[in-house]
């Protein structure tokens, strides 16, 4: 079964950092793409960024651009969101998750609240 | 940037027909896949590549996609299909992922 566990979220000033990671199990992991989605609440999907299986592609949404960071260790299977410079507005759910072919796998995500 | 038009809701009785409508630019040259979250719970991939179906996906559920719309299906509506749908492509031009705003489906 696989299976993606998401952790590091939680409480933060505006202008904070926090660290989030997804590790993967019970399937391979370094030949794909890796992706952080995000939820607001009450409100719809919305993709964060993107990381190939090697990380020699990247990209990232344009409300997050300079400020998080994506990044993956494919020996410890797992995927990392490096977020700066918080703002209230990064407030969400952040799930990580793999699409490929036929395939499409979700975390349970984890919850950011940014707050004064 | 790309934009994705979904209507916000459909609401549809028991066994009938729901089609949830995505509206894009020349959507027709992209991949389009469906997401369904029910209440509290990570999203579930229910049609790929416009028209395919994921393994244990109910046939019930189908795609299609022409012109500037893609449509998802599901026939025969269960109580259990009520949720959030989301479309989604790879818009290739600017290398971003783009979800559609969401449709709830009410199931009366």
């Known amino acids: 079964e696989v299976r993606l566990v998401e952790s590091g979220g939680g409480l933060v000033k505006p202008g904070g950092s926090l660290r989030l990671s997804c590790v993967a199990s019970?399937?391979?992991?370094?030949?794909?793409?890796m992706t952080w989605v995000r939820q607001a609440p009450g409100k719809g999907l919305e993709w964060v960024a993107s990381?190939?299986?090697?990380?020699?592609?990247?990209s990232y949404a344009d409300s997050v651009k300079g400020r998080f960071t994506i990044s993956r260790d494919n020996a410890q299977k797992s995927v990392f969101l490096q977020m700066n410079s918080l703002r209230v507005d990064d407030t969400a759910v952040y799930f990580c998750?793999?699409?490929?072919?036929?395939?499409?796998?979700w975390g349970q995500g984890t919850l950011v609240t940014v707050t004064s | 940037s790309y934009v994705l038009t979904q209507p916000p809701s459909v609401s549809v009785a028991p066994g009938q027909t729901a089609r949830i409508t995505c509206g894009g630019s020349?959507?027709?040259?992209?991949?389009v896949h469906w997401y369904q979250q029910r209440s509290g719970q990570s999203p579930v991939m229910v049609v790929y590549?416009?028209?395919a179906r994921p393994s244990g996906i109910p046939e019930r559920f189908s795609g299609s996609n022409s012109d500037n719309t893609a449509t998802l299906t599901i026939s025969g509506v269960e109580a259990e299909d009520e949720a959030d749908y989301y479309c989604?492509?790879?818009?290739?031009?600017?290398?971003?992922?783009?979800f559609g705003g969401g449709t709830k489906l009410t199931v009366l």
């Open positions: 998750s793999r699409r490929a072919d036929g395939e499409s796998y």
């Open positions: 019970g399937t391979s992991f370094s030949g794909f793409t």
């Open positions: 990381i190939s299986g090697s990380s020699s592609y990247i």
């Open positions: 020349d959507i027709v040259k992209k991949s």
């Open positions: 590549d416009d028209s």
């Open positions: 989604q492509v790879w818009d290739s031009p600017t290398d971003h992922l783009v």
